[in-house]
C-alpha cells in the first residue's frame, strides 16, 4: 500500500535546488533504453539525475545502462527483485534528489524541450503541485501514428468541458518567450491550470510519462500503491490533484510507444484488471473526500455505474459470465438502465447452453 506522505519520511534533507529527479522503471527492455535516456541526455535542461530501476530484468539492462552511466554520471543504475512498476516507482522516490520529480517509462522518449518548459511553468505558477502534457503516439519504429493522443486515450476528455476543468489559462511563450521561438510546438501552446480533484473522479487526465511533481506536492500525495499491478497511475496522480492546483501544458512532450507488445501494461491482457482498480480508486476517493468533491450524488452514481459497466463487459468478453454478475447488477442498480446491458446481465445467468446461442448476438457491434 501506499503511504500517506504526511511523516517524517518524506523529509529531504539531501534535496538539491533546481535538480530534476527522473525515475525511469524498467524490465527487460534493453532494447529500447538507449532511446529512452538519449532524449533524457538532449534536453536544453541540463540540471538532472536518471534513476534507472531495472526490476529484475533477465536481459543485457544492467550492461547497456552501465555503459551509459560510465559516460554520463547523472545516470544512476539501481537493482532490484522484481516487485513491480510501482514497487520500481517508489524505490526511485527513495533515491531521489531532486527539487522536482519526473517518470519516464523506459519504451518512451521527450522532446528536448520538456523539462525546461515544465519549469518554466512551476517557477510562474508557484502554487501548482504538478505539470503534465500532451503526447504523441509512435509505433515501434517510432513513426507516428496519432499525433496529440492524450484525447484519444483518456475518455474523460470527452465528458468534460476544459473551459470548465480549469481556471486559468495563459500563452506558454509569456512564460518563456525564448523557449516559445526556439520550438515551434510551444510557440500558441496554452498552459491550463486549476483545481481539478473533482473532473479527476471521471477518470485520469494525466499520462505518467508526461509529469513533472513538485517535491513539496509529493510530500503530499505519498507513493504508488503497489497492490497495484496496472492502473496505479491513476490512483498516484488523483492523490496528487487532491491536495491543490495543477498545470497542464498543451504540447506533446513525449513521444509514447503504442506498439510494443505484451509487456506493456496497458495491452489487452491487463484490461480487465486496470477496469476493476479504476473502480476501486474511484470507490475510494469518493468514500475519503464526499466533501471534498463538487459532484453532485447524481453525477457520482453516474461514473460509479458506469465504472462497474465496463468491468462487467471486459468479463463478458472473456466468457467469464459469473464474475460479470455482480458487476453489472451494480451497474444498473445505479443507474445503467440501457437494455443492451440489461440483457447481457440477464444472459450471465443462464444455462451454458443458452448463453452459446445468445452471446455471438450480443457480441456484434
Known sequence: MYTSGDNDAWETPRMRSGRVSVIIPTFNRAYCLPTALGSLQQQTYPDWEALVIDDGSKDDTAAVVQRLAAADPRIKYHHQQNGGVSAARNRGLDLSEGEWVAFLDSDDAWEPWK?????????????????????????????L???????????????????????????????????????????????????????????????????????????????????????????????????????????????????????QLTAPAYIVEMARNALVTKERAIARDRARITLTDRQLHGILSEANRWVAEEHFKRGQFAMARPYYRRSIALGDHKLRHVIKAAVCHLPEPAVARIVPHLQRP
Open 145 to 263: 501514428v496519432s499525433p496529440n493522443h492524450l484525447r484519444k486515450m483518456y475518455g474523460a476528455y470527452r465528458i468534460l468541458r476544459e473551459d470548465e476543468l480549469f481556471q486559468s489559462s495563459r500563452r506558454f511563450a509569456e512564460i518563456d518567450p525564448a523557449l516559445a521561438r526556439d520550438f515551434q510546438q510551444l510557440a500558441q501552446a496554452p498552459v491550463r491550470a486549476g483545481d481539478i480533484y473533482s473532473s479527476m473522479i471521471y477518470g485520469s487526465l494525466v499520462h505518467t510519462s508526461t509529469v513533472l511533481l513538485a517535491r513539496h506536492r509529493l510530500e503530499k500525495t505519498g507513493r504508488f500503491d503497489t497492490a497495484y499491478r496496472t492502473g496505479e497511475d491513476y490512483d498516484f496522480h488523483l492523490r496528487t490533484c487532491r491536495h491543490g492546483p495543477v498545470a497542464m501544458l498543451d504540447a506533446p512532450s513525449i513521444l509514447y510507444r503504442v506498439a510494443g507488445g505484451t509487456d
Open 115 to 143: 523539462l525546461g518548459a515544465q519549469i518554466a511553468c512551476f517557477r510562474a505558477l508557484p502554487d501548482i503541485g504538478m505539470v503534465w502534457t500532451d503526447m504523441n503516439a509512435v509505433d515501434a519504429a517510432g513513426t
